[in-house]
């Protein structure tokens, strides 16, 4: 089994997420807690604008793509809640937490998927000028993202792309990725790791790496060609995961077979105890974050 890198705690109370650029206009994204984790209603339009935002101020922050995988492990795991309950951005990607948002009284709430939104970052990364880095993937993927990228964006400025190992990095590889980021031109590092390992290295990397991270999961799979995406229809149904589910069974049974079902349950008590409650005339807690 893979050892992860242990994820380390910040000093001091929880550092809130949904860092926000003198400026911008936006205000707060309507935001509701899944289980205990934090996910914004947020759109393609919406995101993509303020992870621009923060690229050209080269700002030091994560944005987590979120599927019901990401709400299990962190109701599972204190840590990972707090790793996605501190990220600046956490985007609903999967069709079960847009409808847990607008379950929760965010009506227009709409799903964000990442392959597509890194889709909509390189189209404005390459009309901006603004490099982009790759970091994650296996090697053959890498190469394969790469020619796939710049021949679909000849404009585009890829400034950096490694394939780390799979085992945790040393300290001294680590201090390496750290200091050749820090002195590229870097603006936007696109992380294409599976859930919770890309979460957790975007967590440890704040603030040491001068650039937006995004964890993307497939994403570089399906750019670049190595994996089929699910019809249009059945990404649209929140389907998307019986196509994923056949294509890799061996890999995704016990998440989707397990996680799934779970999910469902915890969060049909969590809207049954606020109905509940609200019935008592207890005070409902906040959903806002």
């Known amino acids: 089994m893979e050892r992860r890198e242990e994820i380390r705690p910040r000093p001091g109370p929880p550092v809130p997420g ?3 650029l003198p400026g911008d206009g936006d205000g707060p994204l309507p935001s509701r807690q899944i289980l205990g ?6 759109s393609y339009a919406a995101a993509t604008r303020q992870i621009l935002a923060w690229a050209r101020a080269r ?7 979120a599927s019901v995988n990401n709400v299990m492990h962190s109701r599972d795991r204190a840590p990972f809640r707090r790793v996605m309950n501190e990220a600046d951005l956490v985007i609903p990607d999967g069709m079960p937490l847009v409808w847990g948002l607008r379950a929760l009284g965010v009506p227009d709430a709409s799903r964000v998927r990442g392959t597509n939104l890194v889709e909509a970052l390189l189209d404005r990364l390459c009309t901006e000028g603004l490099p982009v880095g790759f970091y994650g993937g296996a090697p053959h993927v890498l190469e394969d993202l790469r020619r796939a990228v710049e021949a679909r964006w000849p404009g585009l400025k890829v400034a950096y792309a490694w394939s780390p ?8 590889e680590d201090e390496h990725v750290v200091a050749t980021l820090a002195d590229s031109p870097v603006t ?21 790496i001068p650039a ?8 570089f799979d399906f750019l670049s060609g ?20 056949a294509t890799e069974p061996r890999r995704l049974a016990r998440r989707y077979l397990t996680q799934n079902p779970r999910f469902v349950v915890l969060f049909g008590s969590q809207l049954l105890k606020a109905q509940l409650d609200r019935r008592a005339g207890a005070p409902a807690p906040s959903q806002e974050t």
Do not use: I, N
Request: glycine residues 6%.
């Open 226 to 245: 190595y994996k089929r995406q699910a019809p249009p229809f059945l990404q649209r149904t929140g389907l998307e995961w019986t196509f994923r589910l």
């Open 59 to 65: 700002q030091s922050c994560y944005v987590c793509v």
């Open 188 to 208: 936007v590092l696109l992380v294409g790791m599976s859930t919770p390992k890309q979460d957790e290295w975007m967590y440890l990397h704040r603030d040491r």
């Open 165 to 172: 190992p799979f085992r945790p990095l040393t300290p001294t």
């Open 212 to 219: 937006v991270m995004v964890g993307v999961g497939a994403a």
């Open 37 to 42: 984790m934090r996910v914004d209603a947020t």
């Open 18 to 20: 949904r860092l926000r």
